[in-house]
């Protein structure tokens, strides 16, 4: 069965360093999200991308953040300057389309630790 | 603003037994998608379970079912026949027509235990 696949599973940074995190949508997917999860809290949403454009985003999603569909395959989310406070699980994910009916499919996540 | 509330921390169920995880949400969109995910302790989200707010009949996936109780706006997850398996985070989360069903909003969370 299709999944959505992240790299790494765990990156460990320390603060004022940018970090990249690597997603593969579901190939057939149009629709790529950005989610977070800080240790022991609820997930939250960032951004969607959608037709190599930014189509929501989240007041999470500040200048230091930012996306990219460098190729076919990859999806990917920047963090300019690491804070301690973005210490979290980023979970990707995609949906065929957008609709009430589109499941999101979500990745395996990326454990960010910033030092 | 849309909201989801999961009132319940933490639910204790004996292994064979049914067990109910509350959500009830808000939302002034008329149409609007439910969905419930679970995390086991490993930390991936795996989708279980969808319902749409123009579906009439309640959302059945294997031994997931989903109470969709429109009027009361609650969109409780029934889990049938509890597995050791089935000890995990479930999240409730919803998506709705004004952002283009593009951002799920999540609740806090019911920690299932499942015990034998």
């Known amino acids: 069965e299709p999944e959505v696949t992240q790299t790494p599973s765990h990156q460990v940074t320390q603060m004022g360093q940018e970090v990249i995190l690597r997603c593969v949508p579901i190939?057939?997917?149009?629709?790529f999200y950005w989610y977070r999860q800080i240790l022991g809290q609820k997930v939250e949403f960032l951004v969607s991308?959608?037709?190599?454009?930014?189509?929501?985003k989240s007041e999470i999603f500040d200048d230091q953040f930012s996306v990219e569909r460098p190729d076919g395959s990859n999806f990917t989310l920047k963090i300019r300057s690491t804070k301690l406070e973005d210490s979290a699980m980023y979970f990707c994910?995609?949906?065929?389309?957008?609709?009430?009916?589109?499941?999101?499919?979500f990745g395996p996540g990326t454990r960010l630790t910033v030092l | 603003a849309q909201k989801i509330t999961q009132t319940q921390p933490g639910m204790f169920v004996q292994e064979k037994e049914a067990v109910t995880l509350d959500c009830t949400y808000d939302?002034?969109?008329?149409?609007?998608?439910l969905f419930w995910y679970k995390q086991p302790s490993s930390g991936e989200m795996i989708f279980l379970i969808y319902?749409?707010?123009?579906?009439?009949q309640n959302a059945t996936e294997g031994r997931y079912s989903l109470n969709f109780q429109k009027a009361r706006k609650s969109a409780n997850l029934v889990i049938s026949a509890s597995q050791l398996g089935d000890s995990a985070m479930y999240f409730c989360a919803m998506n709705w027509m004004n952002t283009g069903f593009q951002k799920l909003v999540f609740g806090t969370g019911t920690r299932l235990l499942v015990s034998p």
């Open positions: 994910a995609s949906s065929e389309l957008a609709g009430g009916t589109d499941t999101q499919y």
């Open positions: 939302t002034s969109d008329q149409s609007y998608g």
């Open positions: 991308f959608y037709n190599n454009e930014i189509s929501e």
């Open positions: 319902q749409g707010s123009y579906d009439e």
């Open positions: 190939s057939n997917h149009l629709y």
